[in-house]
C-alpha cells in the first residue's frame, strides 16, 4: 500500500491514482505530464494548461478529428517560453489532411497568469481532439 511503488526488474517508480506526495520528489529524464481525450468540441476553447515555473519547452502530440467529415491530422506543437520575461514561441508541425480539410480548426499556444495555455480556434465542425503532453 502506498502512493508508488518501485518495479525492481523494468527500474520504475509505479505510481497509484489519485494521491499526495508530502516532501520532494526528484524526477530525472523526461517528464510526461498528461494525455487526455476531449470530445465534442464545437468552440474554441483552452484545451490545457501547464503551470510555466515547471518547465521551459513542451511538446503537445495531437489528433483532431472532425466527427461529421472525417478529417483527420495529427501532429505536434513545439512550445517553448521565458516565464521571467513572459514570452513564448510555438510551432505547428502535423500530417497532410486525411479524408477532408482540417483548415477549421487551429491548435497553438499563449501564456496566460502564470499558465501556459494550449488553445483551439474552431471556425465550423465538431471536433474531438487527443493529447499527449511532454514537458521539459
Given amino acids: ?6 518495479d525492481y526488474v523494468n527500474q520504475n517508480v509505479l505510481f497509484k491514482t489519485g494521491g499526495t506526495i508530502n516532501g520532494s520528489l526528484t524526477l530525472n529524464g523526461q517528464l510526461i505530464e498528461n494525455s487526455l481525450s476531449i470530445t465534442n468540441v464545437s468552440a474554441s476553447t483552452n484545451i490545457y494548461s501547464i503551470f ?5 519547452a513542451a511538446f503537445i502530440d495531437y489528433r483532431v478529428f472532425n466527427t461529421s467529415t472525417r478529417a483527420i491530422r495529427a501532429g505536434t506543437l513545439f512550445v517553448t517560453w521565458d516565464s521571467t520575461n ?14 477532408s480539410t482540417t483548415n477549421s480548426i487551429k491548435i497553438y499556444a499563449n501564456i496566460n ?8 480556434t ?6 474531438n ?3 499527449g503532453v511532454r514537458l521539459i
Fill in 129 to 131: 481532439i487527443k493529447l
Fill in 113 to 120: 497568469g502564470d499558465n501556459i495555455e494550449i488553445l483551439t
Fill in 1 to 6: 500500500s502506498g502512493l508508488a511503488t518501485y
Fill in 52 to 56: 510555466k515555473n515547471i518547465a521551459d
Fill in 122 to 127: 474552431i471556425t465550423s465542425g465538431i471536433w
Fill in 86 to 99: 513572459n514570452t513564448i514561441i510555438y510551432t505547428d508541425t502535423s500530417t497532410p489532411d486525411l479524408n
